[in-house]
């Protein structure tokens, strides 16, 4: 059986202590973040961080992806004057997008500063689902979904009580507003979750949104 290669043949503190900071940034556990990475044990997070293990050539693209960054920002420790990147659903008008982005993100630090100024409950920590293209079923899903319903106590009618849920439950931000640069998006940063939703479309669309922006944060 053939041995998997180290990306470095010497595990390297530097590229850890950027995979810590990053994991950070998006709100993630070592747990959380071992999971979506497909590793057993939050331990094996814990060694990469620590520079204790080296990072394994299939394991860069993986983490790259779940952090959003390039993979040669991980190896170059440039991951720390990342700003935080935003996830569009659609694309309405590219040109409103950039400055609709920076209002959202700025909301997104004013908020989070305002909670650690009141100094805010303790919610609990977003759960997440390692979702893979190749494997992953539709009734993976669909008990996912089941998991979250009634973990966050939504009910019979899921969608009217969503938003209050997450914002209470678990802390994400959630804001509706009127978008040109697209139907929805999604941040995960050091301030926490956060999701804006356009308020010009009606409000079943709205919901449909919301529930699609939760599963790519969940995933």
Partial sequence: MRREVSLVKHADKTIGATIQNLRKQHGLSQKQLAVRL?????QVISAL???????????????????????????AAQARQTAPKVL?????????????????????????????VGGGRKRAAVPA????????????????????CGGLRLGATPALSLRDALETEWGIKVFFTPLLG???ATVRAEFGDAIMISANEPPWRRHYSLAHELFHLLT
């Fill in 88 to 116: 569009w659903r659609g694309e309405d008008n590219l040109t409103a997008r950039s400055d609709e982005e920076a209002l959202f993100v700025a909301r997104c630090k004013r908020y989070a500063f305002l909670e650690e």
């Fill in 182 to 184: 697209g139907s929805a």
């Fill in 49 to 75: 961080e620590s520079g204790e293990r080296a990072l394994k050539a299939t394991e860069l693209a993986r983490l790259a992806g779940i952090l959003r960054v390039q993979p040669s920002a991980i190896l």
């Fill in 129 to 148: 689902f390692a979702l893979d293209l190749e494997t992953t079923r539709f009734e993976d899903v669909e008990c996912w979904a089941e998991t979250v």
């Fill in 38 to 42: 497909g590793v057993k044990h939050a």
